[in-house]
């Protein structure tokens, strides 16, 4: 840590970290839902607690990417932020809109489309705060140094702006309600979010494995060319079957298709700087991450993604258990994994210690792994099976769901050793060294 | 590499680019919404079906069905629920049948998913189930591939 004002992030891992907890504390309770189904089924019914468990999500990681952005571009623009005071009332704002949403939908307060159910007043709060952050970060990369990093982070975070906008439009008719959606759904993950993740991940690797910033730039615009390139159009996959031209279905295809190839570039890329760079840094844990976050997403968002992208295949899978699989494993390999290894990188910089809390950090990365991954192979199986009973056979729904108990008591074991996991990766980043922080202030005052 | 490509080159085949495959996407979807408000011509939505809607968005059926393949995958498809209820031979029928199976909700069956109870006057029900007519009637290109949904 180089600027003081950097120390703002720490509000939005602090929060962002919270929330986490809280997203999969939900998800074990939908687990519990699906194989004991009259669990809380009055008190919490199954639509609630899917609304908290995916708008948790999605905003603890737009709270880290906000924190990455201001621990990060400070570093990058080699000045102080333009105004720390403007981040941290920005932080309290969102926070604020967060807890309102979830208290809200407890008492059945919201709009009812998938993933924004935000009341129309909480979304008009979402973008005032977008504003004042983006202002925040622009202002202050307009009068520090401009690097490809801080380009791509700016470029990606003002698109996560601007598509946030079509959350607004909500024509009656239900086609075109699907088609905007996914502006904001798609064009987010499979697009916007991404150039974060590789700014971000081009920044780690920058200081992790100190290969030349010149090399790590081209990399990072030949990634984040190939994932706009393939992902744009490949927003063609979610136009199948929703009262679309049939044409998309060829674009849709060829162009998801080849959204692989930008996460494998990324997997190359991280391991080729690590390899070429040889530097051993001491954060051994927020290399593990930063190797864990592309590869992960390269088989969740890539590999899972592909799986079922072809017309034909997602004719007999769409909106089974097999999308569910590839949700799961492509948020928390790209986007998930990308949070906590720039909260692993930037957290003993700000709290001043030493990263020696490593190898508690490193347990919670394969323990959390291994949740997601095996969850991931029980939900795979589930839906191939329900593909076929369903799609092929014509078996009713509920009927094919009483056939996929066993996968669902495993998903259900794999997201109680995810939710493990998660306490133990937020404890090794607040905890340790605390005690042991507090008796060197005491006795170095001048610091 | 460094021979082949510049950095300044390749930054600008990424905003070359990206600009040029948004225009064609924005240009395709252009496209769609005008085939789809063709379509509205002869498949209205009419104010009940849009009312509907407003009802399907109210209780958040969504965050556990789906319709046409987008929802929460914990209960029944309801896309084609019109269809499955066997609204195209009688629609008088599916249509009680659909309005009479949400009114006795919550079932209380141990061990069956349960579907919560809620408050929809009868004028309210009606919207809803022309909501999944008109929904039934969009053209899916034939998904899905099973009435089973």
Known sequence: MKYQSQRVALYYFAGALGLFVAQILFGVIMGTIVVVPNFLSELLPFNIARMIHTNALIVWLLMGFFGCAYYLIPEESETELYSPKLAILQFWLFLFGAAAAVVGYLFRIHEGREFLEQPLWIKLAIVVVALMFLFNVSMTVLKGRKTAITNVLLLGLWGIAVFFLFSLYNPSNLILDKMFWWWVVHLWVEGVWELVMASVLAFLMIKLTGVDREVVEKWLYIIISLTLFTGILGTGHHYYWIGTPAYWQWIGSIFSALEVVPFFAMVIFTFMMVWKGGRSHANKAALLWSLGCSTFAFFGAGVWGFLHTLAPINYVTHGTQVTAAHGHLAFYGAYVMLNIAMFTYAMPNLLKREPYNQVLNMWGFWITSSGVTFMTFALTFAGVVQAHLQRVMGMGFMDVQDQLGLFYWMRLGAGVVTLLGVILIVWSLAVPGSARQAGRVAAQPAE | ?149
Request: aromatic share 12%; charged share 20%; hydrophobic share 40%.
């Open chain 2, 1 to 149: 590499m460094s021979e082949i490509l510049t950095k300044s080159a390749a930054r600008n085949i990424f905003y070359g680019g990206t600009a040029f495959f948004f225009i064609v996407f924005a240009g395709l979807v252009a496209h769609s919404v005008s085939t789809v408000n063709a379509m509205s011509e002869t498949h209205p939505v009419t104010p009940s079906v849009a009312a509907g809607k407003k009802v399907w968005e109210r209780h958040a059926c969504i965050d556990c069905h789906t319709i046409l393949g987008e929802g929460a995958y914990y209960a029944p498809e309801l896309g084609n629920v019109w269809v499955r209820y066997g609204g195209r031979e009688d629609a008088a029928t599916a249509r009680e049948g659909i309005k009479l199976w949400i009114k006795s909700q919550p079932t209380g069956v141990e061990g069956r998913r349960q579907m919560p109870h809620f408050d929809i006057s009868d004028a309210e029900l009606d919207s809803l189930v022309d909501f999944f007519k008109w929904t039934s009637e969009i053209n899916t290109q034939n998904w899905p591939p099973k009435v089973s949904g």
